[in-house]
């Protein structure tokens, strides 16, 4: 495609990609360019792309199946189940709270049967300054790990629990009915510590609402979850994006993780709209491990180490 501009912004990952109107319709050929940079950037940054939010789920699909986001659906916008607010706006009575959403290092929704392939943020709406997003690049995590001790991660799994979202505790601000809900909804479930992402043949660092690994004691899981956790956010490994209004950035979930910076004036809105791609393998669940509800002392023990 003889306009597209792809531009690396970042050391160990993201670039930025220009040169093309995100409202039209995607040929072939700019598709397979835009996914192959996709691949090897695990961030594009598309920058003064302003999408209605039909257009922003009809170039989504470019990338993958979009998700209706029915494990959340206290976060989508009621007439386009497509979308999420990433937002601190007060949002109606029946919505869950989005206000303090992505503070942690995370990869979303790892606490879903059928984890996330990627997703697109659209900013629109920002403070004068602050409220960047930095994401991190977990092939690199896995990659830079001794053999030994990748050798010793390789075969492992972990459980996934949505309790582990600040969301989904009652210390947020939602509702008990809202918070049990979306426990129902999201059983715990299980996924590799280390999958192969199928389009790359890499091994990959996947970390997300992780409550423990299966096979190892609850103290043994924390102790290496908490490990893992401080290496995967080693500044090497990060790319930070400072935002403009109809930037669209698309991140690949399975092999990065991200976190919302919340240094910025919270009386200014911040407000992103996101659109989910769905994942290829799905975990499985987890049988007789029921979800932490108000075991509040393995929940903190969890907690100071993910
Ligand atoms: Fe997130």
Sequence with gaps: ???LNIKPLGYALGAEVSGFDARK???????????????????????????SMTEQIAFSRNFGDVDRNDMAPRYRDPDHHEIVYITNKTLGPNMMSAKRVGRKWHADATFALRPQKGALLRCVEKPPVGGDTMWANMYLAYETLSPAMRAFLDPLECVHDVSLLPGAQESNGNSAEHIAEFRRINPPVIHPLIPVIPE???????????????????????????????????PEFVFRHRWSVDDIVLW????????????????????????????????RLAEGRGSLGNRETLLEAVQAVS
């Design 200 to 234: 790359t043949g890499r091994k990959t660092l996947f970390l997300g609402w992780v409550r423990e690994i299966l096979g190892l004691s609850l103290e043994e899981s924390a102790a290496i979850i908490a490990f893992l956790d401080q290496h995967a956010g080693s």
């Design 1 to 3: 495609m003889a306009n």
């Design 252 to 283: 690949d979930n399975r092999c990065t993780r991200h976190i919302a910076l919340p240094d910025y004036d919270h009386s200014k809105t911040r407000h992103m709209l996101r659109t989910t791609l769905l994942g290829e393998q799905p975990g």
């Design 25 to 51: 319709p995607v040929p072939p050929a700019l598709r397979e360019e835009l996914l192959h940079a996709w691949y090897q950037y695990q961030v594009l940054v598309f920058p003064a792309q302003p999408l």
